[in-house]
């Protein structure tokens, strides 16, 4: 009862022109009232003689300068506006009406005095049942779901190609830490052989001038004994010079100093890096 009432208010207050609820209403001649706005529009619109048009709803002339704000009109729109009902799921929010129709430019869901409004007027306007069967939501519906059912394979497609990439770079992962455990290893042994060649030849060196500084310490030994004897026999007289001074000549002659053994540094082959290609592939 009290929404039945409700909506005869609102069309009491709902301007015959834009079918909305009234914008500043103002009141003709003849009494009825009109969106201020709407009433000028409809005005300028049409051929009038000193100031005077007819009411749009009656036809009876007006003059325009006597419009009348209609204040109680104006009260009951605000208290419309302002009352807050919870609209039936099916109801127009703007007009309470029962939404029945369906305007295909806005694609919008709306009732009779939707319709008549100025926003819909002339719009193609067709029953909701009609709209349903021509948008074809189902059809819609049916590929929407299709198309949802792709990505959800296409999803587990990833997911399955994502898993093998992981399992197959992980085991290149593996090989490569493994041929390099064993390059490392290869190079550690190759690295100890030269090593142990560099000792050997160190230690043999080392070994030979040691024995030449033994051998020309001798040598050395031996002509300073020569020495000693021959500056001994020239300082004595002349007969102990000349007495046994034949095996003294002899022992000069006999000795020959020898130079020792060296190992010259030019006609040894330096330490060259090995062919480290050469050395992984015969390890292999």
């Known amino acids: ?84 009902l919870s609209p039936k799921v099916d109801h127009c929010d703007l007009h309470g009406e029962k939404l029945l129709l369906f305007c295909k430019e806005d694609e919008k869901v709306i009732c009779w005095l939707c319709e008549r409004s100025q926003q819909h007027r002339g719009h193609n306007v067709v029953l909701m049942q009609e709209a349903a069967q021509e948008e074809k939501l189902y059809l819609v519906l049916e590929k929407l779901t299709k198309d949802e059912k792709e ?51 160190e230690e043999g060196i080392l070994n030979g001038l040691a024995e030449s500084e033994r051998e020309l310490t001798q040598q050395s030994q031996l002509v300073r004994e020569l020495i000693s004897d021959v500056q001994h026999r020239l300082q004595g007289s002349v007969m102990s010079m000349l007495q046994d001074m034949k095996d003294t000549v002899e022992r000069s002659r006999l000795l020959t100093v020898k130079q020792p053994r060296t190992f010259p540094k030019e006609q040894r082959i330096t330490f060259q890096a090995p062919d480290l290609k050469g050395i992984l592939q015969s390890h292999q």
């Open 151 to 201: 990505c959800e394979t296409w999803k587990a497609h990833i997911e399955q190609e994502r898993t093998s990439w992981k399992r197959q770079i992980q085991g290149e992962i593996e090989s490569v830490q493994t041929a390099f455990k064993q390059m490392r290893a290869t190079l550690d042994s190759e690295e100890e052989i030269q090593l142990q060649k560099l000792k050997t030849e």
């Open 1 to 84: 009862m009290a929404l039945s009432m409700l909506h005869s208010v609102k069309e009491e207050v709902t301007c015959p022109i834009c079918l909305e609820l009234m914008t500043e209403p103002v009141s003709t001649d003849c009494g009825h009232t009109f969106c201020k706005p709407c009433i000028t529009a409809n005005y300028e619109s049409r051929e009038h003689e000193q100031g005077v048009s007819h009411c749009p709803v009656c036809r009876v002339p007006y003059q325009f300068e006597n419009l009348r704000p209609s204040r109680q009109v104006a009260n009951i729109v605000q208290g419309l506006r302002e009352l807050t």
